[in-house]
């Protein structure tokens, strides 16, 4: 089975503070995408990376940057966290075989609160 | 852009079955559509993927009518385990990674 983990599923920040959220795939597979999930208004892409240091934005990149040293980790990372970035914040990986239409295998998520 | 509507919220109860239609009336040639279903505290999982007619696996079946600006997840019997949201995806391979959205899904609520 593939496996997506994220290094915490709990995380409290404060507003100003730098913050790095890790993923990691076993599957060896090509893409990675960061989202985030807030009520009401569903899951929204913020990045996605389709090989080693190779990125895009997705639809809410702004506050946010990504790192992809690795093909198996992709990292967000919040330079200065705000209160509207907590959220949760979901990873997933996936093939490139067929595009858009590659099965998405998603991590179990960070919950992340900025006081 | 292949934009999907669904509904917010569906209610059922234990061993009815359900049926979720989703809106997608510029659906593109090329275009699969794919369901995914997220429990509490879970990131999604796929459920089914499909491109016209009827697929069905051994958690669901889609059905796609042949204008294919609609489709059908239809989840047989269901259990209190089925309670998630449910969401409807459009996109092909040719159309990128960032316009392949999740949008809100719908929350399906199985009552006993």
């Known amino acids: 089975d593939v496996k997506v983990t994220q290094s915490s599923r709990y995380l409290v920040k404060r507003t100003g503070e730098k913050v790095f959220l890790e993923c990691v795939q076993d599957?060896?597979?090509?893409?990675m995408f960061w989202y985030r999930q807030d009520p009401g208004l569903g899951l929204r892409l913020i990045y996605f990376?389709?090989?080693?240091?190779?990125?895009e934005k997705g639809d809410i990149p702004e506050g946010y940057s990504v790192s992809r040293e690795k093909k198996e980790r992709f990292s967000l990372i919040l330079e200065s966290a705000s209160t509207n970035q907590t959220s949760m914040y979901l990873c997933?990986?996936?093939?490139?075989?067929?595009?858009?239409?590659?099965?998405?295998?998603f991590g179990p998520g960070t919950r992340l609160t900025v006081l | 852009l292949a934009k999907t509507t669904q509904p917010i919220s569906m209610d059922s109860y234990e061993g009815q079955e359900v049926n979720i239609t989703c809106s997608h009336n510029?659906?593109?040639?090329?275009?699969?559509i794919t369901w995914y279903q997220q429990f509490p505290s879970q990131g999604p999982r796929f459920i089914i993927q499909g491109y016209k007619t009827k697929v069905t696996n051994e958690v669901a079946s889609l059905f796609i009518p042949a204008d294919r600006k609609s489709s059908t997840l239809s989840l047989p019997r269901v259990s209190l385990s089925d309670t998630a949201v449910y969401y409807c995806?459009?996109?092909?391979?040719?159309?990128?990674?960032?316009?392949?959205?999740f949008g809100k899904g719908t929350m399906l609520l199985v009552s006993p």
């Open positions: 510029n659906i593109a040639t090329n275009d699969y």
């Open positions: 990376s389709y090989d080693v240091k190779m990125k």
């Open positions: 997933a990986s996936s093939t490139s075989l067929g595009g858009p239409t590659d099965t998405q295998y």
């Open positions: 599957m060896d597979h090509e893409n």
């Open positions: 995806l459009v996109g092909d391979q040719n159309s990128g990674y960032s316009t392949l959205t």
